[in-house]
């Protein structure tokens, strides 16, 4: 496989940047940084993935993250945090939650070869998996009573229902002409 995708790694423990830098290498272009504002530093228009601890000392994930919004970087971020997700992540602009401990190297991989097939996918389709992930990631942790409860977590349902029927919509009126077009496009 080729390194033409640039992955950062962002993690204030020294080790757990090093350990995923260490399974990524092969297959990736790396950079890291130990803290919010060294990633800041590294982060450019050629990183196509971060992998971005939520909990740092000087800037936490979210200011970064924020940060990545703010300056209109197109790169798929996936937040990997040992805090347990909760409602307040459907207020944050990322694509994947991984939970720490990340003990293989085969779930990280997997994670940053998916966010790079996503980063080819159109806007509509970047949002709609976007929030399907957060779903998943809460559907493992709440309970069903306590997803029902939460008025954000239905508005996130309602979104991605609306979501899948444009996509849908979207895909059915697709002729034959269109998808050869798309194939063409996205083969340059």
């Not at 991605?160 to 895909?171: C, E, G, I, N, Y």
Request: aromatic share 6%; with cysteine; proline share 3%.
């Amino acid at each position: 496989m080729p390194k033409d995708a640039t992955v950062l790694i962002v993690d204030d423990e020294k080790p757990i940047t090093d350990a995923y830098a260490q399974w990524l290498e092969d297959d990736y272009q790396v950079r890291t940084a130990y803290s919010g504002s060294e990633a800041l530093e590294k982060l450019d228009d050629e990183v196509d993935v971060v992998l971005l601890d939520r909990r740092m000392p000087d800037l936490s994930g979210e200011d970064v993250l924020n940060e990545i919004h703010e300056q209109g970087l197109t790169c798929r971020v996936a937040l990997v945090s040992a805090v347990e997700p909760d409602f307040d992540i459907l207020e944050l602009g990322f694509d994947a939650y991984l939970e720490k401990p990340v003990s293989e190297a085969e779930e990280l991989l997997e994670t940053v070869e998916t966010l790079i097939r996503r980063s080819t996918y159109d806007v509509q389709m970047q949002r709609f998996l976007s929030l399907a992930n957060k779903k998943a990631a809460l559907e493992t942790k709440k309970s069903p009573e306590e997803l029902d409860a939460n008025e954000e977590y239905e508005k996130l349902t309602q979104e991605l229902a609306d979501l899948r029927a444009q996509l849908s919509d979207t895909a059915t009126t697709l002729d034959d002409d269109d998808l050869r077009a798309e194939f063409y496009e996205s083969e340059q």
